[in-house]
């Protein structure tokens, strides 16, 4: 895939988990209880994930690239995509809720057609920013404009980062890691993710394992 920037990073994260939800769900054992909890702690991540990036992209980003010349019609048509986003994530937690209550055969099929509405959703938006903007984060990456916008990404609680480092790089490829240490370096990634991000290698880990 060659040179990406942390948000065509963090992209590849969203399609990796959507990927394994989809398997998992195809393949759900009815009636096991203690697998529909693990896939709903999984999915909760996931959700937490795709609503913080979100959100800081409208906040930060937007703000950042409209600064070094993104049109503001490309970035409004991008927040509508996030609503529809929203509107497909709303409709995945009720449905990952009701199977982590039953463990029933039938709310496992109502979840994997709510996920693959989602990915269908997703994918969509993240191929159009993605074309749009990595272009523009590639190029402009050493303005000041977006050295400040990853100073404002990087203010985060350190459970916080320690999950989001932990996950992202959850069976991450070798542009993703890159990536991700051409932004911070790769020592205190190890550290900040060994450190902070073992709830997510206990809660949800084991989900993509099973």
Request: aromatic share 6%; proline share 4%; net charge negative.
């Amino acid at each position: 895939m060659g040179e990406m920037s942390m948000n065509r990073a963090i992209h590849a994260g969203f399609r990796r988990d959507l990927d394994r939800l989809d398997a998992a769900l195809s393949a759900f054992p009815a009636g096991n209880q203690v697998r529909a909890t693990q896939l709903d702690r999984a999915w909760a991540n996931l959700d937490d994930q795709f609503t913080y990036h979100h959100h800081g992209e409208h906040e930060i980003a937007w703000p950042a690239l409209r600064a070094v010349g993104v049109s503001a019609d490309l970035l409004a048509e991008l927040d509508g995509e996030h609503a529809a986003l929203e509107t497909a994530l709303v409709d995945v937690r009720a449905a990952m809720a009701e199977l982590a209550r039953t463990a029933l055969a039938d709310d496992a099929k109502a979840a994997l057609a709510a996920v693959e509405r989602l990915r269908e959703v997703a994918v969509t938006h993240l191929d159009h920013e993605e074309a749009e903007l990595e272009p523009v984060f590639l190029a402009k990456r050493d303005s000041p404009e977006l050295k400040a916008m990853g100073k404002q990404f990087a203010k985060v609680s350190p459970a916080r980062a320690g999950r989001y480092f932990a996950w992202l790089l959850d069976g991450a490829d070798d542009d993703v890691r890159a990536a991700v240490t051409h932004q911070i370096p790769g020592p205190v990634v190890s550290v900040v993710s060994g450190v902070f991000g073992r709830s997510y290698r206990r809660d949800v880990a084991p989900a993509w394992e099973s």
